[in-house]
Protein backbone atom coordinates (compact mmCIF):
# COMPACT_ATOMS: atom_id res chain seq x y z
CA UNK A 1 0.00 0.00 0.00
CA UNK A 2 1.72 3.22 -1.07
CA UNK A 3 0.60 6.53 1.06
CA UNK A 4 1.68 10.28 0.59
CA UNK A 5 0.66 12.64 3.32
CA UNK A 6 1.03 16.16 2.92
CA UNK A 7 1.59 18.90 5.56
CA UNK A 8 2.59 22.15 6.33
CA UNK A 9 -0.36 24.25 4.40
CA UNK A 10 -1.69 27.35 5.98
CA UNK A 11 -2.43 31.29 5.64
CA UNK A 12 0.00 33.16 4.76
CA UNK A 13 0.44 37.53 3.42
CA UNK A 14 1.54 38.38 0.43
CA UNK A 15 5.36 37.95 0.44
CA UNK A 16 5.09 35.01 2.86
CA UNK A 17 6.52 32.00 2.98
CA UNK A 18 5.16 28.45 3.96
CA UNK A 19 7.13 25.07 3.29
CA UNK A 20 5.12 21.88 2.55
CA UNK A 21 6.25 18.13 3.43
CA UNK A 22 5.06 15.20 2.05
CA UNK A 23 5.76 11.80 3.94
CA UNK A 24 6.11 8.42 2.09
CA UNK A 25 5.28 4.97 2.94
CA UNK A 26 4.92 1.32 1.95
CA UNK A 27 7.63 1.86 -1.26
CA UNK A 28 11.36 2.24 -2.02
CA UNK A 29 10.68 5.75 -2.93
CA UNK A 30 14.07 6.33 -3.59
CA UNK A 31 13.79 6.07 -6.90
CA UNK A 32 10.29 7.56 -7.42
CA UNK A 33 10.02 10.36 -9.17
CA UNK A 34 8.25 12.73 -6.50
CA UNK A 35 5.67 16.22 -7.79
CA UNK A 36 3.97 18.38 -6.18
CA UNK A 37 0.87 19.95 -8.16
CA UNK A 38 -1.81 22.73 -7.18
CA UNK A 39 -5.63 23.00 -7.98
CA UNK A 40 -7.25 26.77 -7.51
CA UNK A 41 -10.77 26.47 -7.12
CA UNK A 42 -12.77 25.92 -10.48
CA UNK A 43 -9.49 25.37 -12.59
CA UNK A 44 -7.61 22.05 -13.66
CA UNK A 45 -5.29 20.52 -11.43
CA UNK A 46 -1.82 21.61 -12.70
CA UNK A 47 1.78 20.84 -12.70
CA UNK A 48 4.00 22.81 -9.82
CA UNK A 49 7.23 20.93 -9.35
CA UNK A 50 8.91 17.78 -9.29
CA UNK A 51 12.34 16.03 -8.86
CA UNK A 52 13.62 12.83 -10.05
CA UNK A 53 15.70 10.28 -7.63
CA UNK A 54 18.77 11.54 -9.24
CA UNK A 55 18.30 14.85 -7.87
CA UNK A 56 17.00 16.58 -11.40
CA UNK A 57 14.25 19.04 -10.95
CA UNK A 58 11.68 20.94 -12.84
CA UNK A 59 9.37 23.67 -12.10
CA UNK A 60 6.75 25.39 -14.13
CA UNK A 61 7.26 28.90 -15.05
CA UNK A 62 5.13 30.43 -12.89
CA UNK A 63 6.59 29.51 -9.77
CA UNK A 64 10.49 29.39 -11.03
CA UNK A 65 12.66 31.32 -8.31
CA UNK A 66 10.40 31.32 -5.80
CA UNK A 67 9.55 27.43 -4.81
CA UNK A 68 12.30 25.32 -4.32
CA UNK A 69 11.34 21.13 -4.43
CA UNK A 70 13.13 18.61 -2.44
CA UNK A 71 13.79 15.64 -0.55
CA UNK A 72 15.55 13.71 1.90
CA UNK A 73 14.68 9.65 2.27
CA UNK A 74 10.81 8.75 2.00
CA UNK A 75 10.60 12.89 2.12
CA UNK A 76 9.61 15.44 -0.33
CA UNK A 77 9.43 19.21 0.36
CA UNK A 78 8.11 22.15 -1.36
CA UNK A 79 9.59 25.34 -0.01
CA UNK A 80 7.74 28.29 -0.89
CA UNK A 81 8.72 32.28 -0.95
CA UNK A 82 7.44 35.20 -1.96
CA UNK A 83 3.91 34.03 -2.09
CA UNK A 84 1.64 35.83 -4.50
CA UNK A 85 -2.46 35.55 -3.84
CA UNK A 86 -2.45 33.59 -7.37
CA UNK A 87 -0.39 30.66 -5.41
CA UNK A 88 -3.83 29.94 -3.50
CA UNK A 89 -4.90 26.05 -4.00
CA UNK A 90 -5.08 23.00 -2.14
CA UNK A 91 -1.40 21.47 -3.19
CA UNK A 92 -1.24 17.78 -3.57
CA UNK A 93 1.82 15.67 -3.60
CA UNK A 94 1.92 13.02 -6.11
CA UNK A 95 4.50 10.16 -6.58
CA UNK A 96 5.31 7.66 -9.83
CA UNK A 97 7.62 5.12 -10.81
CA UNK A 98 11.15 5.23 -12.62
CA UNK A 99 10.35 6.29 -16.18
CA UNK A 100 13.06 7.42 -18.81
CA UNK A 101 12.05 11.10 -18.43
CA UNK A 102 9.87 13.05 -15.76
CA UNK A 103 6.18 14.04 -16.62
CA UNK A 104 4.37 17.27 -15.68
CA UNK A 105 1.11 15.13 -16.38
CA UNK A 106 -1.73 14.30 -14.12
CA UNK A 107 -2.30 11.37 -15.23
CA UNK A 108 0.97 9.71 -15.32
CA UNK A 109 1.05 9.66 -11.20
CA UNK A 110 -0.66 6.81 -9.93
CA UNK A 111 -0.26 7.82 -6.05
CA UNK A 112 -1.20 10.99 -4.64
CA UNK A 113 -1.95 12.36 -1.43
CA UNK A 114 -4.91 14.02 0.04
CA UNK A 115 -3.74 17.77 -0.50
CA UNK A 116 -2.96 20.58 2.07
CA UNK A 117 -4.30 24.29 1.41
CA UNK A 118 -2.21 26.61 0.67
CA UNK A 119 -3.91 30.44 1.05
CA UNK A 120 -2.25 33.66 0.12
CA UNK A 121 -4.16 37.13 1.42
CA UNK A 122 -3.59 40.06 -0.62
Known amino acids: QVELVESGGGLVQAGGSLRLSCAAS????????MAWFRQAPGKEREFVAAIRWSGSTYYADSVKGRLTISRISANTYLQMNSLKPEDTAVYYC??????????????????WGQGTQVTVSS
Open 26 to 33: GRAFSTYD
Open 94 to 111: AARALYPSVSTKVADYPY
